[in-house]
């Protein structure tokens, strides 16, 4: 066995064999090592779990010498052992890290993140590597990544370990409201009921506050667009924050410059700016109102413009040198999201892959001022969901979209009427998107015609009347 802090691909394996032929010769002996045909390998966790039991004092983990104990190796121990060498994988190291990590073992999760240095950055590394992230900081963007269910004893343990940080009121970020009622909606029950409304009363007087400024007070683009981007992520906020969010969205659309982007002001200065217009795109993008479909297309078009041939990626302002995590991660998300994404495959296939290259030895990626673990959440939410993306299109799913998020706001508001029209309106919705999916299918021969006046769904020539697209 390889003492604690050696390296090498091997150097957790225990190798589990008899000593035969032993020969002195002189002042050396020579003998045969011959592996047990059945259980040739042990993981070394295993081992020094039971370290006690096999007489392995602890001064003897980290010492390279030969030692002979009394006793048989528990059949546990061998119970655990694998016919081959067991293949040290990314998620394999991964896994073993957040469990030296929950189990509080500080030495030998030192050693694993030595070892997960010697990984390149991927995807998976970052996936596996979220666990370990949770247990140091319960960060709730990264939960759903987890594919961690609401309602499940996985999604209350969730709840547990937010709402005891949010009680605790230690290390959180200045935005930390809309985190917290973006994540009790999504998780949490009527017991939380009461800091989901006072999450949601922070966020609207942190939004009026972004509203009140005119001029040269108003407030910086980037501020602006980064809280409708927050808002529009949570269905909940979108729904209890509308007035404050056609305030901010109005000022917003106002302040953009022809080109398509939008100025923020550094030193003094005014330069286009890559981080905000990318933050004011998603964020238009993702309240889905088409009245802003043309600034949205202008925003799209300029940031693609603006990516660094040599990486891929985007700066934080136009004219810096330095790419940025999180301008290219929105501005990618801006791209797959407008009707300009099957034209430009190598900008997102080379800004995905600079993306991935960019991560930590563990797995995760820094950009000021935002906290590690808040950006790792916002690319791993774009890398891993990015085919539920879909480009902003016009026509029947527009209308569609739009019919749904009308019921939504009937359904809020309360009342039976508002019920009854929100039924109808869901109705309309499934219609549109009917007419949406099937309009340009030629194998379905499918489109809506027209029949006494009346819309529907149906054969493109249907008998007795003349179908009409």
């Known amino acids: 066995?390889?003492?604690?802090?050696?390296?090498?691909?091997?150097?957790?394996?225990?190798?589990?064999?008899?000593?035969?032929?032993?020969?002195?010769?002189?002042?050396?002996?020579?003998?045969?090592?011959?592996?047990?045909?059945?259980?040739?390998?042990?993981?070394?966790?295993?081992?020094?779990?039971?370290?006690?039991?096999?007489?392995?004092?602890?001064?003897?983990?980290?010492?390279?010498?030969?030692?002979?104990?009394?006793?048989?190796?528990?059949?546990?121990?061998?119970?655990?052992?694998?016919?081959?060498?067991?293949?040290?994988?990314?998620?394999?190291?991964?896994?073993?890290?957040?469990?030296?990590?929950?189990?509080?073992?500080?030495?030998?999760?030192?050693?694993?993140?030595?070892?997960?240095?010697?990984?390149?950055?991927?995807?998976?590394?970052?996936?596996?590597?979220?666990?370990?992230?949770?247990?140091?900081?319960?960060?709730?963007?990264?939960?759903?990544?987890?594919?961690?269910?609401?309602?499940?004893?996985?999604?209350?343990?969730?709840?547990?370990?937010?709402?005891?940080?949010?009680?605790?009121?230690?290390?959180?970020?200045?935005?930390?409201?809309?985190?917290?009622?973006?994540?009790?909606?999504?998780?949490?029950?009527?017991?939380?009921?009461?800091?989901?409304?006072?999450?949601?009363?922070?966020?609207a007087s942190h939004m009026i506050a972004l509203g009140t400024g005119e001029g040269e007070a108003a407030a910086p683009v980037e501020d602006i667009g980064y809280a409708l981007w927050r808002c529009s992520r949570s269905p909940k906020l979108i729904g209890d924050l509308r007035r404050e969010i056609a305030v901010l969205t109005d000022r917003l659309v106002r302040r953009q410059e022809g080109g398509g982007y939008w100025n923020e002001t550094r030193e003094g200065v005014p330069r286009p700016g890559l981080r905000a217009t990318a933050l004011a795109t998603v964020a238009l993008q993702r309240l889905g109102d088409d009245r802003y479909h043309d600034a949205i297309r202008k925003a799209v078009s300029w940031l693609i413009t603006q990516v660094i041939p040599d990486t891929g990626a985007l700066p934080r302002d136009a004219g810096d040198d330095d790419p940025e995590v999180i301008a290219t991660t929105l501005a990618m998300e801006a791209i797959r999201r407008s009707d300009f994404v099957d034209d430009v495959p190598h900008v997102l296939a080379a800004g995905d892959a600079w993306l991935v290259s960019g991560q930590t030895v563990l797995g995760g990626w820094q950009a000021e001022p935002w906290a590690e673990d808040f950006v790792a959440a916002l690319v791993l939410e774009y890398l891993a969901r990015q085919n539920e993306m879909l480009p902003q299109?016009?026509?029947?799913?527009?209308?569609?979209?739009?019919?749904?998020?009308?019921?939504?706001?009937?359904?809020?508001?309360?009342?039976?009427?508002?019920?009854?029209?929100?039924?109808?309106?869901?109705?309309?919705?499934?219609?549109?998107?009917?007419?949406?999916?099937?309009?340009?299918?030629?194998?379905?021969?499918?489109?809506?015609?027209?029949?006494?006046?009346?819309?529907?769904?149906?054969?493109?020539?249907?008998?007795g009347f003349r179908g009409q697209n």
């Open 1 to 203: 066995m390889y003492e604690v802090g050696a390296g090498g691909p091997h150097a957790r394996v225990v190798r589990h064999s008899r000593i035969r032929n032993i020969v002195r010769r002189g002042h050396e002996l020579a003998f045969t090592f011959e592996p047990d045909p059945k259980h040739p390998f042990l993981d070394r966790s295993a081992v020094l779990r039971i370290a006690d039991r096999l007489g392995i004092q602890q001064f003897e983990q980290h010492r390279t010498h030969w030692a002979i104990k009394d006793g048989d190796i528990p059949a546990e121990l061998i119970a655990t052992s694998t016919a081959e060498r067991a293949q040290r994988t990314v998620a394999v190291v991964a896994a073993e890290y957040v469990e030296a990590r929950r189990e509080g073992r500080r030495r030998e999760a030192a050693e694993l993140a030595e070892e997960l240095e010697d990984f390149p950055p991927s995807l998976e590394k970052a996936l596996s590597l979220v666990p370990a992230r949770i247990l140091q900081q319960p960060t709730p963007e990264l939960y759903p990544i987890l594919g961690i269910e609401p309602r499940t004893p996985e999604g209350h343990n969730a709840v547990v370990a937010v709402v005891a940080r949010d009680h605790n009121g230690q290390d959180l970020p200045a935005d930390w409201s809309y985190s917290l009622a973006w994540f009790l909606d999504l998780y949490g029950s009527a017991t939380e009921a009461g800091r989901l409304d006072g999450a949601l009363a922070e966020c």
């Open 393 to 463: 299109v016009d026509g029947f799913l527009l209308m569609a979209r739009d019919f749904f998020r009308k019921a939504e706001e009937l359904q809020l508001e309360g009342g039976a009427n508002n019920r009854r029209l929100a039924a109808i309106a869901t109705v309309h919705a499934v219609e549109m998107f009917l007419y949406g999916l099937f309009e340009r299918r030629e194998d379905l021969a499918l489109s809506a015609f027209r029949e006494n006046g009346t819309e529907t769904l149906g054969p493109r020539t249907a008998p």
